[in-house]
Nanobody, 114 residues
Framework: QVQFVESGGGLVQPGGSLRLSCTFSLSRDIYSPMGWYRQAPGKNHESVAYVRSGGQQSYAESVRGRFTISRDDAKNTVFLQMNSLKPEDTAVYYC????????WGQGTQVTVSS
């Protein structure tokens, strides 16, 4: 069964930081690339970052230099450290494989506002 459980979101002021966590369960290919996605109101899912099992990372231009993705395969967990947050980072954040499966979790809300 494929499952993703995200946590760590919240309300933060511009310039602040948050660390998101996601525990995942995959039916196969447990070393799939893992990604973080976000969805703002009225918009489609946007890929934020992904990390391969060997540690290679890739970021969207809008978050490069501010966000860091990492994974702990022993714990089936992927993280997203978000620094220097901006109001435009406000969205529901999800993790999934890269490319994504159809089994989206509930996500975690990140709100950046003063």
């Amino acid at each position: 069964q494929v499952q993703f459980v995200e946590s760590g979101g919240g309300l933060v002021q511009p310039g602040g930081s948050l660390r998101l966590s996601c525990t995942f369960s995959l039916s196969r290919d447990i070393y799939s690339p893992m990604g973080w996605y976000r969805q703002a109101p009225g918009k489609n899912h946007e890929s934020v970052a992904y990390v391969r099992s060997g540690g290679q990372q890739s970021y969207a231009e809008s978050v490069r230099g501010r966000f860091t993705i990492s994974r702990d395969d022993a714990k089936n967990t992927v993280f997203l450290q978000m620094n220097s947050l901006k109001p435009e980072d406000t969205a529901v954040y999800y993790c999934n494989t890269r490319p994504s499966t159809s089994a989206w979790g509930q996500g975690t809300q990140v709100t950046v506002s003063s």
